[in-house]
């Protein structure tokens, strides 16, 4: 139910932010693009960072390396729950492009209407109709950090996205998104309810890809 009610929520979004903007492909939207970070695993950072800086005084070089550990440690272990529960950024990812593209076609078609019966107005003035102007389609897509991170004694998804095209790029967080409405939740409760932390970074996903066509 849960998952079902997103996607409609998607949908409503991926409209709403559409009717702002010029026609984009659906060829092009479901082809583009998509780099992900070198590292298959999930990211995580916060608690082996903070342990570095307390050691890196005392222990140096390896006050930093123990911190360094416990966070990869920790990433690991999220790692490993989220994808048992079902987490596929690349089927997210997909999932949100491919609901576009249908919003796109769909205002494509309503556009189009509307164009050619302004161009027959037009002609029976005795003027000439213009086109519409396509936008440029984005060159891709890059997640540059795909996890969780601390936020106090908390856990929070990790999530940054850019947007590239040209020479312009615009990046968006799940901080940014979300705010202080971000979700959170204990350490081994992720490690342990694999659904939920699945379904805790798919959202964050979701609501980042949303808002770089905002």
Not at 75 to 89: E, I, M, P, R, Y
């Amino acid at each position: 139910m849960f998952v079902l009610s997103y996607r409609v929520t998607i949908c409503f979004m991926l409209l709403w932010g559409l009717m702002g903007c010029q026609s984009f492909g659906k060829k092009q939207l479901t082809s583009m693009p998509v780099q992900y970070p070198q590292k298959e695993r999930l990211e995580f950072t916060g608690r082996g960072a903070a342990a570095a800086m307390m050691m890196s005084g005392s222990m140096g070089a390896m006050g930093i390396a123990i911190g360094v550990a416990i966070d990869e440690g920790i990433a690991k272990d999220l790692h490993a729950s989220a994808s048992q529960g079902g987490f596929d950024a690349k089927a997210v990812v997909s999932e949100v492009l491919q609901q576009y593209a249908l919003a796109a076609q769909h205002l494509d078609k309503k556009g189009g209407a509307e164009e050619r019966s302004a161009e027959g107005r037009s002609t029976e003035e005795g003027s000439t109709g213009r086109g519409s102007a396509k936008s440029e389609f984005p060159s891709h897509l890059a997640i540059k950090h795909l996890g969780f991170r601390s936020a106090g004694d908390q856990i929070t998804p990790w999530v940054e996205v850019d947007r590239i095209e040209g020479s312009s790029v615009k990046s968006m967080t799940y901080a940014d998104v979300a705010g202080d409405q971000a979700v959170t939740a204990e350490l081994n409760d992720l490690r342990g309810q694999s659904e939920q932390a699945a379904a805790m970074l798919t959202t964050a996903l979701q609501q980042v890809l949303i808002a770089l066509w905002e």
